[in-house]
């Protein structure tokens, strides 16, 4: 019989947080920007989807996961694209730079982070 306990967990263990997401079910449009948006338009998306993360119950797995695996598009985690590719010390998500940085988040304030420069 195979030793199952080597194994990696289920992929599933890895998302279900997404199950528990305020932004659930709702109009991808509130989170990624069309294309030929304006940057007044865009702002506007861009609050209301913080808004809606503000109050999501999974906002630092969100956060984690997109800092983590560098989502080049979208609010993830109440954080625009910019705002990722700044905590990340890279000028765009799109063109990344060489240098790869991780980030840590605090039990007593899961919204804001400290980073970590990996080598």
């Known amino acids: 019989m195979a030793d199952f ?3 990696p967990p289920p992929q599933a263990d890895h998302w279900d947080w997404q199950l ?5 079910g ?8 069309p294309t030929e948006e304006h940057r007044v338009a865009r702002q506007r998306r861009i609050d209301a989807a913080k808004e809606i993360c503000a109050a999501c119950p999974v906002l630092t797995d969100c956060r984690s996961y997109a800092l983590r695996t560098r989502e ?5 985690g109440g954080l625009s694209e910019f705002e990722r590719a700044t905590i990340l010390g890279l000028r765009s998500l799109r063109y990344p ?3 790869v940085r991780d ?3 605090t039990q007593s304030d899961p919204i804001h982070f400290q ?5």
């Open 97 to 99: 730079a060489k240098e």
């Open 72 to 76: 080049a598009y979208g609010i993830w």
């Open 115 to 119: 980073l970590n420069v990996v080598t």
């Open 26 to 33: 709702m109009d991808s449009s509130t989170f990624f920007h």
């Open 5 to 7: 306990r080597r194994l």
């Open 103 to 105: 980030y840590v988040t």
């Open 20 to 24: 528990d997401a305020a932004c659930r």
